[in-house]
Nanobody
Framework: QVQLVESGGGLVQTGGSLRLSCVVS????????MYWVRQAPGKGLEWVSS????????YYADSVKGRFTISRDNARNTAYLQMNSLKPEDSGLYYC?????????WGQGTQVAVSS
């Protein structure tokens, strides 16, 4: 069965860093767009970053440009989100998503909390 498992969340102070990981099973992640999406408490879903299959082109929300980096390790079927210079407004539940045409798969999320 398809499964995406996020990890790496935690509590950090403003200016700190975290690296989120998303381990994929059940499909080949390098054939899919991989997304990171987050949800702050009481807020809606917000797209954070995407990486394109094949060419591995990357895209970022304006709010995280210059601070976050999305990447993938095809051999390990894993996607990553390196988060630097974290701000309190980055806090929330971070989801890893795989998408290809008619299919999308979501992980369970990992919590990120940034204290002032």
């Amino acid at each position: 069965q398809v499964q995406l498992v996020e990890s790496g969340g935690g509590l950090v102070q403003t200016g700190g860093s975290l690296r989120l990981s998303c381990v994929v099973s059940g499909f080949t992640s390098n054939h899919y767009w991989m997304y990171w999406v987050r949800q702050a408490p009481g807020k809606g879903l917000e797209w954070v970053s995407s990486i394109q299959p094949g060419r591995d082109l990357t895209y970022y929300a304006d709010s995280v440009k210059g601070r976050f980096t999305i990447s993938r390790d095809n051999a390990r079927n894993t996607a990553y989100l390196q988060m630097n210079s974290l701000k309190p407004e980055d806090s929330g539940l971070y989801y890893c998503v795989g998408w290809r045409v008619s299919y999308d798969y979501w992980g369970q999320g990992t919590q990120v909390a940034v204290s002032s």
